[in-house]
């Protein structure tokens, strides 16, 4: 084993060695609103959950030359967004998105994909997804160079064809996951161990 010592390596090298041994991770796709109403979309793999009850989501964006990203610069402002699960049909639109764009262009219209109106929320989410969640913003951590965002679930929407008696089919939701660089993952083997009683 090597020991490496994160405060003697640079930052390059430590988001190397995350992003290559924290595999594989979730990808959000969220949409957000920007003030002047432009719809803005980018897929996040700092991504998980982190409450049941409520249903609790976390993202974290990282700083872009020392500033929020769109999407963090949203929620702060708005207090809402849409996370959508990225699965093998919708990967390469949302691919797409991750462009970085100026503020007053919309990467869903780059993309070709088509706004879906939320129920609760004033940000529409996009059609070209599975699974979708309307969230409000409830925790925000300022981070050093990242912003911490913790949202929750008030409304889920889910394609009912990939549900079996109220359960999702990961064969049918067919989620992506990202690994290091530009390398993504399918669901793989999958196996069963039963829990100890
Ligand atoms: C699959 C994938 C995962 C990404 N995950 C993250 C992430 O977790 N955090 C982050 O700050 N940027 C991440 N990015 C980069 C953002 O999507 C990219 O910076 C985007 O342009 C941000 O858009 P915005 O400025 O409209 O918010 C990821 C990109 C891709 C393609």
């Given at each position: 084993m090597i020991a490496i010592d994160p405060v003697q390596n640079t930052e390059r090298d430590n988001y190397k060695l995350l992003i290559g041994s924290i595999i594989p991770r979730p990808i959000a796709f969220v949409t957000t609103l920007s003030g002047d109403g432009v719809l803005n979309g980018a897929p996040f793999s700092f991504f998980n959950i982190v409450s049941s009850n409520p249903p609790m989501i976390s993202l974290s964006i990282q700083h872009a030359g020392g500033r929020h990203k769109d999407t963090a610069r949203n929620i702060l402002h708005n207090?809402?967004?849409?996370?959508?699960?990225?699965?093998?049909?919708?990967?390469?639109?949302?691919?797409?998105?991750?462009?970085?764009?100026?503020?007053?262009?919309?990467?869903?219209?780059?993309?070709?994909?088509?706004?879906?109106d939320s129920l609760l929320i004033k940000v529409p989410g996009v059609a070209e997804a599975k699974v979708r969640m309307e969230c409000v913003?409830?925790?925000?951590?300022?981070?050093?160079?990242?912003?911490?965002?913790?949202?929750?679930?008030?409304?889920?929407?889910?394609?009912?064809?990939?549900?079996?008696?109220?359960?999702?089919?990961?064969?049918?939701?067919?989620?992506?996951?990202r690994l290091a660089g530009n390398d993504y993952a399918g669901i793989g083997d999958i196996f069963t161990i039963e829990r100890p009683v």
């Amino acid at each position: 084993m090597i020991a490496i010592d994160p405060v003697q390596n640079t930052e390059r090298d430590n988001y190397k060695l995350l992003i290559g041994s924290i595999i594989p991770r979730p990808i959000a796709f969220v949409t957000t609103l920007s003030g002047d109403g432009v719809l803005n979309g980018a897929p996040f793999s700092f991504f998980n959950i982190v409450s049941s009850n409520p249903p609790m989501i976390s993202l974290s964006i990282q700083h872009a030359g020392g500033r929020h990203k769109d999407t963090a610069r949203n929620i702060l402002h708005n207090k809402e967004f849409v996370v959508h699960i990225v699965d093998r049909q919708n990967v390469g639109q949302i691919n797409i998105t991750a462009a970085p764009l100026p503020p007053e262009h919309s990467e869903i219209a780059l993309a070709g994909m088509t706004p879906a109106d939320s129920l609760l929320i004033k940000v529409p989410g996009v059609a070209e997804a599975k699974v979708r969640m309307e969230c409000v913003l409830e925790h925000y951590v300022e981070l050093p160079n990242n912003d911490l965002l913790i949202g929750k679930v008030v409304q889920f929407h889910i394609n009912e064809d990939i549900l079996e008696q109220g359960r999702i089919d990961p064969a049918k939701l067919e989620a992506v996951s990202r690994l290091a660089g530009n390398d993504y993952a399918g669901i793989g083997d999958i196996f069963t161990i039963e829990r100890p009683v």
